[in-house]
Nanobody, 127 residues
C-alpha cells in the first residue's frame, strides 16, 4: 500500500526556521507531484506549496511566498518544506500529499486533486 510519512514538526520560536520532510513507501516518489497543506482547527485547509514530479516547477501560496521553499533532494526520494521567519499564524498541522494526475512539469495546490496523504505533523510557533 502506498503511504506518505511526514517528519520534522515541533515547537519553534517566532522568527526561527524549521524543515519538514515527506517520504513515500510502496511507490516511487519521483513519479508523483507533491503538495504541502496545512490545517488549523476551525479554518479552511490551505495549500501551502507544491512541486512537480520533475522537480522543475513549484507553486507557493501568497501567505508563505518568500519564506517557505519546497524542493526535492538530488535522488528525488524525499520532498522537503523549508520554513523561515515562522510566525504564530503558521501554527498548524502540516500534511504532504501525492498525485500522478499532473504532467511531470506541473502541479496545483488543490487538495481534491491529491490521492495519497500523510498522517500530518504539528508545527507550533510560540514564544
Amino acid at each position: 500500500q502506498t503511504q506518505l510519512v511526514e517528519s520534522g514538526g515541533g515547537l519553534v520560536q517566532p522568527g526561527r526556521s524549521l524543515g519538514l520532510s515527506c517520504a513515500m513507501s510502496g511507490s516511487n516518489l519521483q513519479n508523483y507531484a507533491i503538495g504541502w497543506f496545512r490545517q488549523t482547527p476551525g479554518k479552511e485547509r490551505e495549500g501551502v506549496a507544491c512541486i512537480s514530479s520533475s522537480g522543475g516547477y513549484t507553486n507557493t501560496a501568497d501567505s508563505v511566498r518568500g519564506r517557505f521553499t519546497i524542493f526535492r533532494d538530488s535522488a528525488k526520494t524525499t520532498v522537503y518544506l523549508q520554513m523561515h521567519s515562522l510566525q504564530p499564524e503558521d501554527t498548524a498541522a502540516y500534511y504532504c500529499a501525492a498525485t500522478r494526475k499532473f504532467h511531470r512539469g506541473n502541479c496545483r495546490r488543490h487538495e481534491e486533486e491529491y490521492d495519497y496523504w500523510g498522517q500530518g505533523t504539528q508545527v507550533t510557533v510560540s514564544s
